[in-house]
């Protein structure tokens, strides 16, 4: 199982961090963790580039989720970028797909 | 041994010789006598019958006797205690007689008080010029250090064999009461519909973790029944109360609204409002659904609604299958407003309304974690047992998730409502 690489930068946008490996029931918590404690200023946007997510189940949706109402909670938005299909699929499956804003690059989701 | 640099070692070991031949003029002062008397152990020595003729010091001081108390008045045996006597009798002086020697016996002394010694006996019979027997040489070691040491172990195995059984014990206790609260995440029975068969299947992953699936089937007003089926994110105690939570509540919710998407809604609502800023957010997925049986036809109405569960099949009796879509559903308790969406289905006799949770689906049949059974898959699957009854199917569905073997590690609810074959509709399908 890969591990869990979570690189954070800022863009104009805001914070910026690329998810590299798994989002499961044991890296997971890394992701909420790191999430919770990021500071993201009212109406700038979270992204999370998932172009290196290798594995995503329950435990990486949760995630994904406690990020979504970490930035609401700021009055931010998330954006996630170049999401692996199996990982789209199951937002698409659980509806999630409509909460988040989906972005194919990153590019284009950092410039404001 | 610590060096400077460019001193070599004594090969010897002993640099000072003064203190060595010190203690060697004080070892060659013992007499014979003295160490005999004094000896760390006991020594005796006895004629052919057992008399005893010699005997040191030392083992008089051990058995609390004087020496002409024994000398030539007793037997070796009649220092030993009964259970010694016996061992004495029955193997140890058969042995010695035939052996000549014999060592390291475990045996029992008698003290003069009444008291009793475990020693260990050697003995070696000394013969004269001719060959003939003389008499018996014998050297007694203190047991008692060894004999505590062996009980300390004894006890200690029972300590640990005790705390074993207890946790053994304690083990079973827990997987009974997990059991119980398990089977009260679900129904006991399922309540009789006219018209319609179901049936159900719970795979729990490991004994003994508490399951995160869930289903329920129950009469909501004279005609129509409920059914929903879903599953909790997570897993543990933490995922079984959001499912005891879940099911009384989509209960409670149908009495005051059979509605799918109001029950859904209120789920949605109290989960939410539980779950939110508690810093531990949990969800579900969960199909919810109405039957209504028409006796007259002898079809049924399904109206269900979804909140991000997998879709519903639909087996007809013909092998084809329907995928009931409710595309948009979101994940029970994620957003304090959530939408769900509808849809129906008319089931006719022979067809069959299968839902299950994604243990099923996501069911892992390579080495890959990334190949899953999937839902294509299902789909031939059960097409392959159209028109089957409902517990046939589920059967069939349990010897397929039998067969999944390790590559199934999750929770697995199956719920099947099926309207037998043999109650043809008058106007056919």
């Known amino acids: 199982m890969s591990p869990l690489k979570i690189i954070r930068r800022d863009a104009e946008t805001g914070p910026v961090l690329e998810v590299v490996g798994d989002l499961d029931f044991v890296h997971a918590p890394e992701l909420r963790e790191h999430i919770s404690r990021l500071v993201v200023p009212p109406g700038r946007r979270l992204v999370l580039d998932l172009a290196g997510l290798e594995f995503c189940d329950s435990s990486g949706i949760t995630a994904l989720i406690a990020a979504h109402s970490h930035a609401q909670a700021a009055r931010a938005e998330v954006v996630l970028v170049a999401v692996p299909a199996h990982t789209r699929r199951i937002l698409h499956m659980v509806g999630l797909d409509q909460i988040f804003t989906l972005h194919p690059d990153s590019d284009k989701a950092t410039r404001s | ?429």
Request: one cysteine or more.
């Open chain 2, 1 to 429: 041994m610590m060096c400077s640099a460019g001193e070599q070692p004594d090969p010897h070991g002993a640099g000072d010789g003064g203190v060595s031949h010190a203690a060697f003029a004080s070892l060659l002062e013992d007499s014979v006598e003295e160490l005999y008397e004094n000896a760390p152990c006991g020594y005796l020595s006895t004629l052919m019958d057992g008399t005893v003729a010699k005997i040191n010091e030392t083992l008089l001081t051990w058995l609390d006797l004087r020496r002409e108390e024994v000398v030539g008045r007793m037997r070796f045996s009649d220092l030993l205690s009964v259970g010694g006597k016996l061992y004495h009798e029955t193997h140890f002086a058969p042995l010695l007689r035939m052996q000549g020697e014999i060592s390291g016996i475990a045996l029992e002394m008698r003290q003069s008080g009444g008291g009793r010694i475990p020693v260990l006996v050697s003995s070696a019979v000394k013969h004269g010029t001719t060959g003939e027997p003389l008499l018996i040489r014998t050297t007694v070691f203190d047991a008692r250090d060894r004999r505590a040491y062996e009980e300390e172990l004894l006890r200690g195995r029972k300590v640990a064999e005790e705390a074993r059984r207890r946790a053994e014990a304690d083990r079973a206790r827990l997987q009974h009461a997990l059991a119980v609260l398990q089977q009260s995440l679900l129904p006991d029975t399922l309540p009789a519909i006219p018209g319609v068969e179901a049936a159900t299947h719970y795979h729990t992953a490991s004994p003994d973790q508490l399951g995160g699936d869930f289903y329920d089937v129950f009469p909501v007003d004279g005609k129509r029944f409920g059914f929903f089926l879903g599953d909790v994110c997570g897993k543990g105690p933490e995922a079984a109360a959001v499912t005891s939570l879940t099911r009384y509540t989509l209960r409670a919710a149908a009495v005051h609204d059979p509605d799918p998407v109001a029950t859904l809604t209120t789920l949605n609502k109290v989960l939410h409002e539980r779950y939110t800023g508690s810093g531990d957010p949990r969800f579900c997925t969960a199909v919810f659904g109405t039957l209504e049986p028409d006796a007259a036809t002898g079809r049924m109405r399904v109206h269900l609604a979804s909140g991000g569960h997998p879709p519903a099949l639909v087996v007809r009796a013909d092998g084809t299958v329907d995928s009931l879509h409710t595309p948009g559903g979101l994940l029970v308790g994620v957003l304090p407003a959530a939408r769900f969406v509808t849809t129906t289905a008319v089931l006719a006799p022979g067809d069959t309304l299968l839902l299950y949770t994604d243990g099923l689906t996501e069911a892992r049949t390579g080495s890959d974690r990334t190949s899953l059974f999937g839902e294509e898959a299902l789909r031939g699957f059960v097409a392959a047992h159209a028109g089957r009854a409902a517990k046939d199917l589920v059967e069939a569905l349990i010897n397929l998730l039998e067969g999944f073997g390790d590559g199934l590690d999750d929770d697995t609810a199956l719920l099947a409502l099926g309207i037998p074959a043999d109650r043809t509709a008058p106007d056919g399908r």
